[in-house]
């Protein structure tokens, strides 16, 4: 049975997916799997939900996003846990005199200025990351500009 299998970045998260691939496992279960690169995860998900994907190989932030929407997918396996971090140049940071021990909010707040770099807008590291700097800063005013920066 042939099977249309999207994914929107090489990654050693992927291994698993690309072992069963190597060693035949699919094809011992009669799927003849073609792998698809994509810009996105979200767009990995659409690809689904309009029946031009049979499944796709996504982040966990990407199923909570479908859910949240109500958009009709069901995560059939999680292959790994998955942990978001925001980096900045050590310039930055010394010269908004970050110290890396405080808490949180503190460090968040330290981002007023800056322009940040995301995969794709509207991408689950995006809404996070906006959904942390309101909760830091209630008044609204950190909304930094975000600029793509790569391919996720």
């Known amino acids: 049975m042939p099977l249309k299998l999207g994914q ?18 699919y094809e011992a ?8 690169m994509l810009e996105s995860g ?13 499944a796709a190989v996504s982040s966990s932030g990407d199923m909570v996003v479908a859910a949240v929407k109500g958009l009709p997918v069901q995560a059939v396996v999680g292959i790994i846990k998955q942990t ?10 010394a010269q908004k005199r970050v110290d890396v021990k ?17 995969t794709r807008v509207g991408a689950i590291t995006d809404l996070y990351l906006r959904w942390l700097l309101r909760r830091a800063d209630r008044r609204r005013a950190l909304e930094p500009p975000v600029r793509r920066t790569g391919r996720g």
């Open 29 to 36: 279960e009669g799927l003849l799997l073609t792998f698809i």
């Open 8 to 25: 929107n970045v090489h990654t050693m998260a992927n291994a698993p997916v690309y072992v069963a691939r190597a060693k035949g496992f």
């Open 102 to 118: 405080a808490p949180l909010r503190e460090r968040l707040l330290a981002l007023r200025g800056a322009t940040l770099g995301m």
């Open 42 to 54: 979200a767009t990995a998900l659409q690809g689904v939900i309009g029946g031009d994907l049979d």
């Open 84 to 93: 978001m971090d925001l980096v900045a140049r050590r310039g930055y940071v």
